[in-house]
């Protein structure tokens, strides 16, 4: 073998480490996560009616919670930082390890590519 892995170097960018979770329990823990969100928002003084439509889907937080994953516990990607491509090919590989998450990653992109125009 010749890749990254096998001669001992790490390819820059994220390890994909979602793989081993199923996605019911990825999307659990995503719906969890959007609950305590509104209820933190909510109990702050904001109408709910205000905080939810800004939220992100279910499929969405749990592809935001896979690339954070990756990234580290603050999100923050190492001294090198991802470009554009990088975070398009990183989104792209999550949605070849779950492709019921394809059409959230490909909102997530479209979003991404239009941020940086």
Known sequence: ??????????????????A??????LRAEA??????LIE????NGEDPWDVIPGLPTVDEQVVIS????????DGVPTATGLGLADELGYLRT?????????????????RLDDASH
């Open 94 to 110: 999550i949605a070849l390890w779950h492709p019921e998450l394809s059409r959230a990653v490909w909102s997530l992109m479209g």
């Open 31 to 36: 719906h969890d996560e959007l609950a305590a």
């Open 66 to 73: 896979l690339r954070a994953d990756a990234l580290g516990s």
């Open 1 to 18: 073998m010749s890749d990254a892995r096998s001669s001992g170097r790490r390819r820059p960018g994220p390890e994909f480490r979602g």
């Open 20 to 25: 081993g979770r199923s996605l019911e329990v």
């Open 40 to 43: 933190l928002r909510c109990r």
